[in-house]
């Protein structure tokens, strides 16, 4: 099955530009999703299509996919922006197709 | 606009059957295009997903849990259901309903209900 890699942990101090990235193979191909999870709460989708944002969804969020990996990138990184991020992809040659998630990314703001 | 609550038991016995609903509210549960979902999240750990049904009945588990899994839908009452059997400690978890949006080969999950916890032990 399709394996989605992020790394366990992203720091980055306020007012600065943090970057997640997903790892899996010709990536590029597929649409990449993100999700962003508070503690204590359910994930909220950040980013869908590689690089859309949903409707509330501020203009900090962005995100890109080309080759191996995809990246969700956050501009003027805030407090409130702590969270697990997670990147989800479609495995259509699942049996059954389905929806495949990264392993999460803890993002500390310093 | 969409919202999904679950509900259903927090704590369930080993070996016995872990039952939730999830009810849809703002939107029916007949559209088409979309997918309803199941997904779990074992404490300080990621997302597994479950299932998902479409509202024709049709539905797609988890190979890893297939044996255990079933999932229902009741246009009527605009909810669809999840049922484990034979739960041990390992289905301990966040259990989340969500919306999957399918489209040319791709989907994502929105919105999510707020999850609700399920414990099993004795």
């Known amino acids: 099955s399709y394996v989605l890699t992020q790394p366990p942990s992203v720091s980055v101090a306020p007012g600065q530009t943090a970057r997640i990235t997903c790892g899996g193979n010709?990536?590029?191909?597929?649409?990449v999703h993100w999700y962003q999870q508070k503690p204590g709460q359910a994930p909220v989708l950040v980013v869908y299509?590689?690089?859309d944002r949903p409707s509330g969804i501020p203009e900090r969020f962005s995100g890109s996919n080309s080759g191996n990996t995809a990246t969700l990138t956050i501009i003027r990184v805030e407090a409130g922006d702590e969270a697990d991020y997670y990147c989800?992809?479609?495995?259509?040659?699942?049996?059954?197709?389905?929806?495949?998630f990264g392993g999460g990314t803890k993002l500390t703001v310093l | 606009q969409v919202q999904l609550q679950e509900s259903g038991p927090g704590l369930v016995k080993p070996s016995q059957t872990l039952s939730l609903t999830c009810a849809v509210s703002?939107?029916?549960?007949?559209?088409?295009?979309?997918?309803w979902s199941w997904i779990r999240q074992p404490p300080g750990k990621g997302l597994e997903w479950i299932g998902y049904?479409?509202?024709?009945?049709?539905?797609f588990y988890n190979p890893s849990l297939r044996s255990r899994v079933t999932i229902s839908v009741d246009t009527s009452k605009n909810q669809f259901s999840l049922k484990l059997s034979s739960v041990t400690a390992a289905d301990t978890a966040v259990y989340y309903c969500?919306?999957?949006?399918?489209?040319?080969?791709?989907?994502?999950?929105?919105?999510w209900g707020q999850g609700t916890l399920v414990i099993v032990s004795s």
């Open positions: 010709n990536i590029g191909s597929k649409s």
């Open positions: 049904i479409y509202y024709s009945g049709s539905t």
């Open positions: 299509d590689d690089s």
């Open positions: 969500a919306r999957l949006y399918y489209y040319d080969s791709s989907g994502y999950l929105d919105p």
């Open positions: 703002g939107g029916s549960i007949n559209s088409g295009g979309y997918y």
């Open positions: 989800q992809v479609w495995d259509s040659f699942g049996d059954p197709p389905h929806v495949v």
